[in-house]
């Protein structure tokens, strides 16, 4: 008891964990494949949620873990180099321990709403990072949802991340149809070229489906008004919202949308939810 | 109900320290604040706004998380040890009692925090009424009484002339008096009927303070609407950024961590911070608050509106702080009337 | 009872060694700093050097961090007024460190923690000698516990 | 002090309603007597709410860039001290003086509330006049006669610029102060004179009152950075830490930010809200300065660049130890 480590636990304190391996998908993105030191998965989670990770000495920041809970032995975190975190993550190596807490948010509803639903992914970019968790489950339990179609695009085919995923393994899978996108002609592509929401709208879905949309914020907002232009109404859309976070159990006051907190509330919100809250985001 | 003399409090102080940390409120160089008794303390119990309001000694403006140390591919996480020293704030007024309870509720819903849980247990806390109370309060507005305990208090006191009378709120409280016994003697009948002529001398007092009517109930707009109000572009413009409002507010809460690289190893820690700096919000994809007037708009709106929302209380107590410590003047009685929140 | 007083009769014997970081600027001053190794001048090797690309480079911030993660005393070493690589550089290092070394001896900093001298490419003697010197005044001042961070770890 | 509140109207409104400016930048009353606040008039119709009396204590001028942002032409009141705040910002290039029209108050000093509320007379405050070195106060209780000097603001009992440095138009006549100071550098002398280990007692308990509030780096006329270093977390440039050395950091680097630059106005003392007296430090860089490189002038000059982006061959050099010795 002397040594302070009592048996409860500090929600602001990382576990350690190992990078296991790392997967280089495009220039600056990279999936971790990340395990406790003693073999195993950190925690349980749901697809959507986040967690923490820990760079001492340079900092904190929260990813969507991308790995389906169904994986049972590590998680994935898919992540882009854009800021001082990330920068250091990109340039360590496998085998360095990191710190990892969590799982934090709430999650896409696989288990009531979109049970038995046919479901439409629309990602951008590295937007895909949140929704491969959940069309990996998906895919793990194939009986319990109906057609499902995915609408992915990145600025050029080398942005395109996730390759195995989305050129082999669910193309494979039953009722399901890959639609990829790229926002710019080039050489070798002979796949769809034009920005998600337009291709989005081009595709004309049914509208008797739950879309689940997730990337970058303009793209986000143009792809619910293509949505709404199809037809769907807002209960039928899901998005994942993204803001500043320190402490991820809201408390830390920074990430709040209006009454709402991005890191306990979110990140996955309805967009009939998301209409109640002040533009802020 | 108990009471003890004004010249034998400086015997309270020296049993009370034998147990506790004992923190009174002093005048150091004209600023009176929450600080370690000492023998030559200058104890103030005239002044009702401390300098800082207490909640540092709950929410500390830095506190270590753990310390950590990377050695090559290795990282060890080593937490601290925990500070088990009992404390006791003597003086703390109503509004602060119930600050500490607005933060609780933040920091006590699940998951707990834990470090702020633990200072929460280890502090007594004896509160004082206010029976003078000055032009910038308006705890009224919140229904707070200056002259009742707050949940939370664990011995409410009121300072009559020279007497300090003494009435027990919890187990810790009544633990703390038997351990007292001998110093505190019974109010006596006449004792209460003074207690209750200055009961009823406050309301006429309150009544007249200029910040009487502010009654943010009135505040009947939707939160969107709110939020949309052009009202914001006005009084945000003198809004100098700084974060004095926040700082010495009892109920702001918001923090941040960093690491401390130290060479050989390094430590985390979690510090204030304020939602009116720029960089509160920035990410490295950019800013959702690039101007003050946002920054500004969220302070006032999660003090009036968000919390309220997810509490059914509202995140401000009227200590008046604000009101004395902002450099241009600018505080949350202004916005609560350009809101509408007023008694006219 | 034993072990632990003559533990502590160790640590106390334990020599303080100070440290020094000294700012010099490249194109006289580290050059200096050159000639002095290779013409083996002695000069302390606690010594830890950092080029600038002029001594009108060296923040105040770099100094209090020097200060604050480990140094014992700064150096700030730069062209003779006059011979700047830039012409006018140092001509503003001379104004501006002369504030910000009295500002520091206000703050209550002792003056010899903080030297800054004029060093040319040539002057291997002086920068051996001006080195001496510092980490002489250094040792007799003791181990810089004004600025330290406390949560700095030796 | 009423003649002067009219007359601010009058220009304000001569000013406004024949677009020579398209704001005014002044003070309006806030909740009590003692208390006058930063306002921002474009409206003829809201000019009955400018005033001009004894707590108009702020330096408004460094409202000027955001304001500039916004609309071309602003009128603003500006005191003595306001003034040099102001000729500095357009010395920094954050302030094009083209588009601004100062109206100069010459100032007999503002009058600290806190002070009055240490000897209780705020209580049933109806009004305040000033006339010299005196203020009346006019209460509840009866009329009052105090003399100024004492409830003056630190900063305005030793004032040396009651009057404007600079304006388009001045209103009221120039005032000269009584300023009996023997010494400008009292104070800081008084402290030089500690030894080392007494001043850094003395400072390492000043700052350690400090909160980070940042209030005295916002609420000063040259601390005008877009990005402030003290908002960059990068790893290792600037710490939120409440340790002594995040502390010591903080307040040498602030002070040495505006060596040169500092105008002396006090603002950053008065609105510590730990109180620390953070103008010290300005004011022994400040003495140094004019020791070393003759008479202080910023704020006084905008033709000539601060002391410290400047120099002179023959400047003293402290440095020099061992001439030649190659």
């Not at chain 4, 009584?178 to 390492?204: C, G, H, L, P, T």
Request: aromatic share 10%.
């Amino acid at each position: 008891m002397s040594c302070g480590c009592n048996d409860y636990i500090d929600p602001l304190i990382p576990q350690i964990a190992v990078i296991k391996s790392i997967r280089t998908d495009t220039k600056d993105v990279s999936t971790f494949i990340v395990e406790k030191p003693e073999g195993g998965k950190c925690f349980d989670f749901k697809p959507g949620q986040c967690a923490m990770v820990s760079v001492p000495p340079i900092g904190e920041a929260i990813f969507s873990i991308t790995s389906s809970p169904t994986e049972k032995n590590f998680m994935e975190f898919s992540i882009k180099r854009c800021g001082k975190v990330t920068e250091y993550l990109h340039n360590l190596e496998v085998d360095t321990e990191i710190g990892v807490r969590g799982p934090y948010g709430n999650n896409f509803p696989v288990n009531d709403e979109l049970i038995g639903k046919d479901l439409l992914f629309i990602a951008g970019g590295i937007g895909l990072a949140p929704l491969r968790s959940v069309i990996n489950y998906v895919m793990d339990n194939r009986d319990a949802y109906g057609k499902v179609d995915i609408v992915y695009g990145a600025r050029t085919s080398g942005d395109l991340v996730h390759r195995n995923d989305i050129f082999k393994n669910w193309p494979a899978s039953v009722n399901t149809n890959v639609h990829l996108t790229v926002d710019r002609e080039e050489d070798g592509w002979d796949g769809n070229v034009g920005f998600v929401p337009n291709y989005v709208k081009e595709l004309k879905f049914e509208t008797n489906k739950v879309a689940l949309v997730c990337g970058p914020p303009i793209m986000i907002k143009y792809v619910l008004l293509a949505l709404e232009e199809l037809g769907f109404s807002k209960d039928q859309v899901y998005t994942t919202l993204e803001l500043k976070m320190k402490c991820g159990i809201g408390k830390c006051g920074r990430c709040n949308i209006g009454d709402k907190y991005v890191c306990k509330d979110g990140p996955v919100f309805r967009c009939d939810e998301i209409k109640q809250l002040p533009d802020e985001y | 109900m108990k009471k003890i003399t004004l010249d034998k409090l400086s015997e309270l102080y020296i049993r009370i320290s034998q147990e506790y940390d004992l923190f009174v409120p002093s005048d150091e160089e004209g600023v009176v604040s929450f600080t370690p008794w000492k023998d030559d303390s200058n104890v103030d119990f005239d002044v009702l706004k401390t300098n800082l309001s207490p909640k540092s000694f709950i929410f500390p403006q830095c506190e270590t998380l753990f310390n950590f140390k990377s050695e090559g591919k290795k990282l060890s996480i080593e937490r601290l040890k925990n500070d088990e020293n009992k404390f006791l704030i003597f003086g703390v007024r109503p509004c602060d009692v119930k600050a500490f309870h607005l933060l609780d509720n933040v920091f006590l819903r699940e998951p707990m925090d834990r470090l702020y849980e633990e200072k929460r247990n280890r502090g007594t806390i004896i509160s004082m009424g206010c029976i003078e109370p000055e032009d910038t309060c308006f705890c009224n507005s919140f229904n707070i009484d200056p002259l009742c305990a707050q949940k939370g208090v664990d011995v409410f006191t009121l300072k009559i002339k020279n007497n300090i009378f003494w009435k027990v709120e919890t187990q810790k409280g009544r633990d703390l008096t038997v351990m007292l016994s001998g110093l505190l003697e019974e109010a006596s009948e006449d004792d209460l009927k003074e207690i209750e002529l200055v009961k009823e001398s406050l309301n006429s007092k309150l009544e007249e303070l200029p910040y009487f009517n502010i009654d943010p109930q009135k505040i009947d707009r939707s939160l969107i609407e709110l939020f949309e109000s052009n009202v914001w572009d006005e009084i945000s413009k003198s809004c100098l950024g700084c974060g004095s409002c926040t700082y010495v507010c009892p109920t702001c809460h918001c923090y941040d961590i960093q690491d401390y690289d130290g060479g050989k190893g390094g430590e985390r820690f979690r510090c204030w911070d304020s939602c009116m700096y720029s960089d509160f919000t920035l990410m490295a994809h950019g800013n959702p608050r690039t101007t003050q007037k946002e920054r500004f708009r969220q302070r006032f709106m999660h003090k009036l509106v968000y919390y309220p929302n997810n509490f059914n209380e509202y995140a401000c107590v009227g200590c008046g702080r604000c009101v004395e410590k902002c450099p241009v003047n600018m505080n949350i009685v202004k916005v609560i009337r350009e809101l509408g929140g007023e008694n006219k | 009872m034993f072990l632990e007083s003559k533990e502590e009769v160790i640590i106390e014997k334990e020599e303080f060694k100070p440290l020094i970081v000294a700012f010099c600027c490249n194109w006289c001053s580290y050059a200096g700093a050159d000639l002095a190794g290779t013409s083996r001048q002695n000069y302390p090797a606690n010594i830890r050097i950092i080029k600038v690309p002029c001594s009108c480079r060296v923040n105040p911030n770099f100094v209090l961090r020097a200060f604050q993660n480990g140094a014992d005393g700064v150096v700030i070493a730069g062209c003779h007024p006059g011979d700047c690589h830039y012409s006018t550089g140092n001509y503003f290092t001379r104004r501006r460190l002369t504030i910000f070394t009295n500002l520091l001896d206000y703050i209550g900093i002792e003056r010899e923690r903080l030297k800054v001298d004029w060093i040319s490419a040539a002057e291997a003697n002086k920068f051996a000698s001006v080195m001496n010197e510092v980490l002489e005044k250094v040792h007799k001042l003791g181990p810089n516990r004004k600025l330290r961070d406390v949560r700095w770890k030796r | 002090m009423e003649e002067i509140t009219l007359k601010t109207r009058e220009i304000a409104y001569k000013d406004l309603s024949t677009g020579k400016v398209d704001r005014v930048i002044g003070f309006a009353k806030g909740d009590f007597i003692y208390e006058s606040n930063p306002t921002f008039i474009s409206d003829i119709d809201e000019l009955d709410a400018l005033v001009w009396d004894s707590f108009c204590v702020n330096n408004l001028s460094k409202y000027l860039i955001n304001e500039l942002k916004d609309v071309k032409k602003i009128g603003i009141f500006l005191k003595g001290c306001d003034s040099l705040g102001f000729n500095q910002l357009v010395q920094d290039n954050k302030v094009d003086s083209d588009n601004v029209l100062v109206y100069g108050v010459p100032c007999e000093g503002m009058v600290d509330p806190n002070k009055l509320k240490k000897d209780n007379l705020l209580k049933g405050l109806i009004d305040i006049k000033r006339s010299g070195e005196k203020i009346l106060l006019i209460t509840k209780q009866g009329d009052k006669e105090l003399k100024a000097k004492e409830y003056e603001y630190d900063k305005c009992i030793n004032c040396k610029h009651p009057n404007p440095v600079v304006y388009s138009e001045l209103l009221g006549d120039y005032i000269t102060r009584n300023n009996n100071v023997v010494d400008d550098f009292q104070e800081i002398k008084e402290i030089e004179a500690m030894n080392s280990e007494e001043r850094f007692d003395y400072w390492s308990k000043q700052f350690s009152k400090c909160i980070r509030c940042y209030a005295c780096r916002n609420i000063c006329p040259v601390c005008s950075c877009d990005k402030c270093i003290f908002e960059n977390y990068e790893p290792g440039i600037s710490g939120k830490g409440k340790v002594d050395s995040e502390d010591q950091f903080f307040h040498i680097i602030r002070a040495y930010h505006v060596a040169g630059r500092c105008v002396d106005c006090g603002e950053c003392s008065r609105v510590c809200p730990e109180g620390i007296s953070i103008d010290k430090l300005n004011r022994k860089i400040i003495k140094d300065i004019t020791e070393i490189y003759g008479e202080y002038d910023a704020g006084l000059n905008t033709s000539k660049s601060s002391v410290l982006v400047n120099y002179e061959l023959e400047d003293f050099d402290p440095f020099e130890s061992i001439k030649g010795g190659k």
